[in-house]
Nanobody, 125 residues
Framework: QVQLVESGGGLVQAGGSLRLSCVAS????????MGWFRRTPGAEREFVAA????????YYPDSVKGRFTISRDDAKGTVSLQMNSLQPEDTALYYC??????????????????WGQGTQVTVSS
C-alpha cells in the first residue's frame, strides 16, 4: 500500500506559478511510475504529467507541455509538479497517483493503483 498526500495548491493570478508536492508513505515510490491528473467539476480526470521509474522519462499532454515539469526524489519519497505560466483553464483539483503496472508512466488513469485526495489550484484572470 502506498499513501499519497498532495500539497501546494492555492489561488494564483494568471501568468503565475505554483509548485505541487506529493509525499508518499507506506512503501517506497522507487518501484512506481508516478503521475499527476486534474479534474474539474463534471469533467473526466485529465492527464497532466507522468514520470517513469528512476525518473528517466517524462510525459505531458500538449495542453501543459513547456509550462509544467514533473520530478521525483525517491530518497525523500516525493513527487513534484512545477507549474508555470498558469492560466484560468488550469483551475482544477490536482491529484498525485502511483502506478505499479507500468514502469514508464501512463496518461490513462486506470493504469494507476494509488491516488491522493487532491489539492485545489485556482487561477484567476
Amino acid at each position: 500500500q502506498v499513501q499519497l498526500v498532495e500539497s501546494g495548491g492555492g489561488l494564483v493570478q494568471a501568468g503565475g506559478s505554483l509548485r505541487l508536492s506529493c509525499v508518499a508513505s507506506g512503501r517506497s515510490i522507487s518501484d512506481y511510475a508516478m503521475g499527476w491528473f486534474r479534474r474539474t467539476p463534471g469533467a473526466e480526470r485529465e492527464f497532466v504529467a507522468a514520470i517513469s521509474w528512476r525518473g528517466g522519462s517524462t510525459y505531458y499532454p500538449d495542453s501543459v507541455k513547456g509550462r509544467f515539469t514533473i520530478s521525483r526524489d525517491d530518497a525523500k519519497g516525493t513527487v513534484s509538479l512545477q507549474m508555470n505560466s498558469l492560466q484560468p483553464e488550469d483551475t482544477a483539483l490536482y491529484y498525485c497517483a502511483a502506478s505499479g503496472r507500468t514502469p514508464y508512466g501512463s496518461s490513462v488513469s486506470t493504469m494507476y493503483d494509488y491516488w491522493g485526495q487532491g489539492t485545489q489550484v485556482t487561477v484567476s484572470s
